[in-house]
């Protein structure tokens, strides 16, 4: 059973924007931590950025810190990725992901612990 929906991949152009969403299923998710990460095509999974299950505490990979801003609305049970600035270097196929943990330990902990959703492809052309 599909718990995150991801959507709002798309193809392009470098310096423009996307906004991606990801809606969860299960009521519980409202107070899991969420986080972005993403997957090149011959790369590993890298995070991308993570918020805590209140919205209070944002966190972001150096690669993408001023540039992208994640934000959540727990009445939707839905977190957000707004995207800006795109580079070629940002294409992948971009994953939601819960945890019950902290959102500050995301990036770190392991895949196997974290709820994932299915991915949206985003594809930025130069």
């Known amino acids: 059973q599909v718990q995150l929906v991801e959507s709002g991949g798309g193809l392009v152009q470098a310096g423009g924007s996307l906004r991606l969403s990801c809606a969860a299923s299960?009521?519980?998710?409202?107070?899991?931590?969420k986080a972005w990460f993403r997957q090149a095509p011959g790369k590993e999974r890298e995070f991308v950025a993570a918020?805590?299950?209140?919205?209070?505490?944002?966190y972001y990979a150096d690669s993408v810190k001023g540039r992208f801003s994640i934000s959540r609305e727990n009445a939707k049970n839905t977190v957000y990725l707004q995207m800006n600035s795109l580079k070629s270097e940002d294409t992948a196929v971009y994953y939601c992901?819960?945890?019950?943990?902290?959102?500050?330990?995301?990036?770190?902990?392991?895949?196997?612990?974290?709820?994932w959703g299915q991915g949206t492809q985003v594809t930025v052309s130069s």
């Open positions: 918020i805590s299950w209140s919205g209070s505490n944002t």
């Open positions: 299960r009521r519980t998710f409202r107070t899991y931590a």
């Open positions: 992901a819960a945890t019950s943990g902290t959102a500050q330990a995301m990036d770190v902990t392991p895949t196997s612990s974290l709820y």
